[in-house]
Structures are given as structure tokens and as C-alpha cells.
T-cell receptor
Framework: NAGVTQTPKFRVLKTGQSMTLLCAQD?????MYWYRQDPGMGLRLIHY???????AKGEVPDGYNVSRLKKQNFLLGLESAAPSQTSVYFC???????????????FGEGSRLTVL | AQRVTQPEKLLSVFKGAPVELKCNYS??????LFWYVQYSRQRLQLLLR??SRESIKGFTADLNKGETSFHLKKPFAQEEDSAMYYC????????????FGKGTLLTVNP
């Protein structure tokens, strides 16, 4: 049981390049999230998904796209990377709150992205 | 709009001293609040939830709706408590998404 796995863990991009971050969870969780963590800014929600085939915008969605084609995977894409997207990205997953579930978020180890 | 405020970026205490990490929130509905912790080189993880009224690793947090606060407290800090602490608010209702504060870095000195 690996929990939440993010790939890649590190990546350096040039401005304008594109890339995809992959998040995979093996806990059969319905909900999945992408956050970015920046110094002094805490964690900010980029996009999230409440089930396979659904996605929704979070607090800072601009410049990112996501897809949830399979329940266990949540992809975060940067179509044209900008230096402002230099950050540590965290994926998380959870059961819906209620029905005996605590709604606890389980996080991946993070992916450090640098855009030059 | 929902908001979580952690006024202290850094907090430094000595081992054995009491510690209080402050968290204030703004939310129009009935709040669901959490504390998450990130130890060095470890994943972010849940510390405690207000609805369970539990004590984890000696930490407690009481929801005060009048003051819109959810401060995290421990009577006697330990060096292993040194970590980044985030207060979080469920701002999505039934859709369940967490809004995090900016975090407080706690350092417990020997």
C-alpha cells in the first residue's frame, strides 16, 4: 500500500515548456486535490476532483489544467510554464467526509518544480 | 469568503514550556477545522480535528465560535514537536475541500 505517489519528484523547466505531474493513489479515494506550497503563502488549492471524470477549480487555477480519467489518477498539467509556477506541488486524496469517514487528507511527498 | 489566518510565521519556545499556535477563521457556515503538521522530510499529515475533540501527541485544540478561533495548545513542548503546523478549514461543504492557513514554523529549543 503505497498511499499517494507523485511523479516526478523534481523537474526543471524552461519558460514556455509544458509538463504533466502525475498523482496516483491506491486507497480507492473519491476525492483528489492538487495544492502548491510557496514560502510565506502556505498551501493553496489549484484544482480538485470529487470523482472520476469530474474536476473543479480551486483558489489558484490559472495556468494549470487537470484530468481525472481514472479514479486512482489525477494529472496536473502546465501548458506553458512560467517562473511564477516555480513551487512545490502536493497531491492529496480523501474519502468524502461523513458515513464514518473522517475526510482526512492523505498527501504525497511533493514535487519540486523550477521554471527558469 | 472563507479565510484561515495564522498570525505567527515563526514560533520558538524552550523544551518543557507551554506552546500555543494561533488560528483564526472566517466562514459563513458551520466550520469544520483541522490541524495538519509537516515534520522535516515527512509528508504533511493530519494532527487533529475539532469534531473529534481528541488529544494527539499532547496537543489539543478547542473551537471557539465566538472568537472564531481554533488555537493549538500543548502544555509542555518537546523537541520532536518542531515542525510546520497548518490550520485548515473545510470550505467546500459537502464537496469537502480544505483551505489552509499560511502555516507556523514551531521550533522547540533544548
Amino acid at each position: 500500500n503505497a498511499g499517494v505517489t507523485q511523479t516526478p519528484k523534481f523537474r526543471v523547466l524552461k519558460t514556455g515548456q509544458s509538463m504533466t505531474l502525475l498523482c496516483a493513489q491506491d486507497m480507492n479515494h473519491e476525492y483528489m486535490y492538487w495544492y502548491r506550497q510557496d514560502p510565506g503563502m502556505g498551501l493553496r488549492l489549484i484544482h480538485y476532483s470529487v470523482g472520476e471524470g469530474t474536476t473543479a477549480k480551486g483558489e489558484v487555477p490559472d495556468g494549470y489544467n487537470v484530468s481525472r480519467l481514472k479514479k486512482q489518477n489525477f494529472l496536473l498539467g502546465l501548458e506553458s510554464a512560467a517562473p511564477s509556477q516555480t513551487s512545490v506541488y502536493f497531491c492529496a486524496s480523501s474519502y468524502p467526509l461523513g458515513q464514518g469517514n473522517t475526510g482526512e487528507l492523505f498527501f504525497g511527498e511533493g514535487s519540486r518544480l523550477t521554471v527558469l | 469568503a472563507q479565510r484561515v489566518t495564522q498570525p505567527e510565521k515563526l514560533l520558538s519556545v524552550f523544551k518543557g514550556a507551554p506552546v500555543e499556535l494561533k488560528c483564526n477563521y472566517s466562514y459563513s457556515g458551520s466550520p469544520e477545522l483541522f490541524w495538519y503538521v509537516q515534520y522535516s522530510r515527512q509528508r504533511l499529515q493530519l494532527l487533529l480535528r475539532h469534531i473529534s475533540r481528541e488529544s494527539i501527541k499532547g496537543f489539543t485544540a478547542d473551537l471557539n465560535k465566538g472568537e472564531t478561533s481554533f488555537h493549538l495548545k500543548k502544555p509542555f513542548a518537546q523537541e520532536e514537536d518542531s515542525a510546520m503546523y497548518y490550520c485548515a478549514l473545510n470550505s467546500g461543504g459537502s464537496n469537502y475541500k480544505l483551505t489552509f492557513g499560511k502555516g507556523t514554523l514551531l521550533t522547540v529549543n533544548p
